[in-house]
């Protein structure tokens, strides 16, 4: 029998300041293979104390089984119940008084395409969406007819220009179609960097913290 709901009930993990006392809050997904424990690391080079970071985890460390460039029901219902994640986060910090326009949204890999996935199904004036080596969900072709408006929203997408997983493609549509959804992006491409996280990607988020 399929679970159809694999990742609700997995742990959740966090960081810097309490939800009561912070002044902004970040969702960071984690990329296949790894844990939130992992990408919650990230929370020590952004420097920002006065932010919550809060982390999820998958179920078996992987959000959904095949590439993100799989037609969208193979990865079901990974995806769905990924994103359902992302979006009950996102109510709780509603309770606690921070609204999406203090909420960033930041994703490494398989975690960068859920969280862009997330963000261009529901658009709203985020505090910041960052999606680190990942794009858009979905084969070649797929209708990117997501509607609303980012109002201005700052997204920073980083990519290497020859990443295995990631074609550079997938990441120039993600901009186009944020641009067009009048959110204020930022692409970066870095020659021959690879599948990882470099540091002006980590002082980038961190200044959009700061501004934040």
Avoid at 153 to 180: K, M, W
Wanted: aromatic letters at 8%; hydrophobic letters at 40%.
């Amino acid at each position: 029998m399929i679970d159809l709901y694999p990742h609700q009930n997995q742990p959740v993990e966090r960081a810097g300041a309490a939800l009561a006392d912070a002044r902004a809050a970040m969702i960071l997904i984690h990329g296949r293979g790894a844990t939130a424990e992992s990408v919650l690391m990230l929370a020590d080079e952004f420097g920002q104390p006065d932010v919550a970071y809060i982390a999820p985890q998958a179920a078996g460390n992987t959000w959904y089984p095949h590439s993100f460039l799989a037609p969208i029901q193979q990865n079901s219902p990974g995806i769905s119940s990924g994103l359902q994640v992302i979006d009950d986060l996102i109510d709780q910090l509603k309770k606690v008084k921070i609204s999406k326009d203090r909420i960033v949204l930041l994703g490494f890999s398989q975690g960068a395409c859920l969280a862009t996935e997330y963000a261009a199904r529901n658009p709203k004036k985020y505090g910041g969406i960052v999606g680190l080596s990942g794009g858009l969900i979905g084969p070649d072709g797929t209708h990117r007819d997501y509607t609303g408006s980012f109002d201005q929203t700052p997204v920073f997408l980083g990519c290497s220009d020859v990443d295995f997983h990631i074609p550079l493609q997938r990441v120039n549509e993600t901009a186009e179609v944020f641009e067009r959804m009048e959110a204020k992006v930022t692409k970066r491409i870095y020659e021959g960097m690879g599948h990882t996280v470099n540091e002006d990607e980590v002082g980038f988020v961190r200044e959009m913290l700061r501004e934040l």
